[in-house]
């Protein structure tokens, strides 16, 4: 017969096997959900019009977005948090921070450090078109889990000055058949961007050979309706200038996350 102390000591190996386990490398105590709400790319534009201190207000503002409390609030409130990746573009894009998971503050605070020591990437042209044939291409596959709803956060100062209005299309189709869905971050600089796509430009692919802006004038934030957003639920929410870009992202951040109506 089993006495009373030989199930206590039995109750107690088997905890402290568990235990041993659980710290054993590769075996978490708790698996991580299988899936996510959502699933955030934020794409950030980091071309010639971007000096030092605009991309260094970008990066603070990611990183204050991702530490706000109302954002940390919309995370925390989404069973198994958010997934977050950062790409910045010019001539080519890149993918700044790779996926990782945000499902607490201190999960906020380390993307944030990241975002925080992101180096300036180097590049003159703004090609919006790149970028959005990378993170379907290269960017959204590399998912680490199912996401019920993908966002791309794009943001920019500029129209795409390096592809032709087919190729861009076809990349902007192109991303939004992976079921994506992409928002805008205009950024307008009064004096700079007031009215874009009139003119030409020299582009890289093309040579001496200039390639034409669309002809009408439009604003920025008209061009990014037209050729930016698209898919589920999409919007647009523009920054007044680069001083004003953390509040428009928090405020679009909680959006996102939470899906709210607009």
Request: proline share 6%; charged share 20%; hydrophobic share 50%.
């Amino acid at each position: 017969m089993r006495t009373g102390s030989g199930r206590l000591r039995g109750g107690v190996m088997r905890a402290a096997s568990a235990l041993w386990l659980a710290l054993l490398p590769g075996l978490p105590a708790a698996a991580a959900p299988e899936s996510v709400a959502t699933a955030l790319v934020v794409a950030v534009d980091v071309s010639q019009s971007v000096d030092d201190a605009r991309f260094r207000l970008q990066m603070e503002g990611i990183a204050e977005a991702l530490e706000d409390p109302s954002v940390i609030g919309a995370i925390t409130g989404t069973p198994g948090g958010i997934l977050f990746a950062m790409v910045t573009w010019a001539d080519r894009a890149d993918l700044a921070v790779g996926w990782r998971r945000i499902a607490s503050r201190a999960d906020a605070a380390a993307a944030a450090a990241l975002v925080r020591a992101t180096p300036r990437q180097a590049g003159e042209f703004t090609c919006l078109g790149q970028m959005f044939r990378t993170v379907a291409a290269g960017v959204l596959p590399a998912l680490p889990v199912p996401a019920e709803r993908v966002v791309v956060d794009v943001s920019g100062d500029g129209i795409d000055n390096c592809t032709d209005a087919g190729s861009l299309a076809e990349a902007h189709a192109a991303l939004l058949a992976t079921g994506a869905t992409i928002n805008g971050l205009p950024i307008l600089v009064p004096g700079e961007n007031d009215v874009v796509g009139a003119g030409a430009y020299r582009a890289p692919g093309y040579g001496l050979l200039p390639t034409p802006l669309p002809q009408e004038r439009t604003s920025l934030e008209q061009w990014y309706r037209a050729h930016v957003i698209g898919g589920p639920g999409a919007f647009l929410l523009a920054a007044a200038g680069y001083g004003d870009f953390s509040r428009a992202l928090r405020r679009k951040f909680v959006i996102e996350i939470s899906a709210l109506g607009r």
